[in-house]
């Protein structure tokens, strides 16, 4: 992905008025270093790039809030990763 990391460039990915205002409104907050991440739940630290991230399963119609930059641009498979990390699968090895 040829994305580089520039803040303020949402506006080219078709997100409207009311992402820019509740990123807006939120920003203050992410700012201070006291948001987690709504992926992670690692706080996102002051001057990190975060993008207001959108809950998965709904199109894109409700917001999950803050999420780190590259949590957000992987979040498909990171949070694949951390669901298997958290809730281990069955061991495969039992027998009876
Ligand atoms: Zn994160």
């Known amino acids: ?6 803040p303020g460039d949402t506006t080219r990915k078709g997100y ?3 992402h820019q205002q509740l ?3 939120l920003a203050p907050a992410v700012a201070l270093g006291t948001v987690p991440c709504a992926r992670c739940g ?3 630290a002051p001057g990190e790039l975060w993008d207001l991230g959108h809950k998965d399963g709904t199109n894109k119609r409700e917001y ?3 999420e780190h930059r ?3 641009r992987a979040a498909g498979a990171a949070a694949r990763e951390a669901a298997r990390m958290a809730d281990p699968a069955p061991r495969p090895m039992t027998r009876w």
């Open 70 to 72: 590259t949590c957000n």
């Open 1 to 6: 992905m040829a994305d580089h990391q520039r």
């Open 42 to 44: 690692y706080l996102i």
């Open 23 to 25: 990123r807006a409104q």
């Open 16 to 18: 409207g008025a009311q």
């Open 64 to 66: 999950s809030g803050p």
